[in-house]
T-cell receptor, first 114, second 113 residues
Framework: DTGVSQDPRHKITKRGQNVTFRCDPI?????LYWYRQTLGQGPEFLTY????????KSRLLSDRFSAERPKGSFSTLEIQRTEQGDSAMYLC????????????FGDGTRLSIL | AQSVTQLGSHVSVSEGALVLLRCNYS??????LFWYVQYPNQGLQLLLK??????LVKGINGFEAEFKKSETSFHLTKPSAHMSDAAEYFC???????????FGAGTQVVVTP
């Protein structure tokens, strides 16, 4: 169990640029979640996958956001035409997807928009 | 709809003193409840979870929480605070054990010598 891995840890970009984050879940975890955390707040749910299927998306996930999990293993979260309000910590979590199995979180990707 | 409310955004405790963090939930169905801890620039680490097996739940690092349905509460306690307990703590609710989590706003714990 190597834990949930996220890359990069930090991303600084100019407004209007596109960014992509990667999440590698714990192996054999079939559920994968993305959350966004702004300063001083708790994480907010964005979306989740059961294997490669994206089962739910929050209304926080505007058209500029897209997430994929093509082979049911790692996932990517892309933000197009970034805005100042996108500055946040983006957290990924995974779980075994069976009863009583909690979500395990990665250390997150901190996005700063200049 | 489900939600959690954490009372107190900041708590200061003396080393060795009781830690008490409050969480109240609203849920139309029996909830799954969790406490997570977050250290600076890190992700969230699970402290403990309530899944209806027992109302008093013991977690890691000496923490425990009691589920009280009549009060819709799931408060977190630790008998004796350590300096290493300084962190932010989040209460979360889920309609099932593998669904999305709804987090509270968090409580920042400061431990003073």
């Amino acid at each position: 169990d190597t834990g949930v891995s996220q890359d990069p840890r930090h991303k600084i970009t100019k407004r209007g640029q596109n960014v992509t984050f990667r999440c590698d879940p714990i192996s054999e975890h079939n559920r994968l979640y993305w959350y966004r955390q702004t300063l001083g707040q708790g994480p907010e749910f964005l979306t989740y996958f059961q294997n490669e299927a994206q089962l739910e998306k929050s209304r926080l996930l505007s058209d500029r956001f897209s997430a994929e999990r093509p082979k049911g293993s790692f996932s990517t979260l892309e933000i197009q035409r970034t805005e100042q309000g996108d500055s946040a910590m983006y957290l990924c979590a995974s779980s075994a997807g069976t009863v009583n199995q909690p979500q395990h979180f990665g250390d997150g990707t901190r996005l700063s928009i200049l | 709809a489900q939600s959690v409310t954490q009372l107190g955004s900041h708590v200061s405790v003396s080393e060795g003193a009781l830690v008490l963090l409050r969480c109240n939930y609203s849920s139309s169905v029996p909830p799954y409840l969790f406490w997570y801890v977050q250290y600076p620039n890190q992700g969230l680490q699970l402290l403990l979870k309530y899944t209806s097996a027992a109302t008093l739940v013991k977690g890691i690092n000496g923490f425990e929480a009691e589920f009280k349905k009549s009060e819709t509460s799931f408060h977190l306690t630790k008998p004796s605070a350590h300096m290493s307990d300084a962190a932010e703590y989040f209460c979360a609710v889920s309609p099932d054990s593998w669904g999305k989590l709804q987090f509270g706003a968090g409580t920042q714990v400061v431990v003073t010598p």
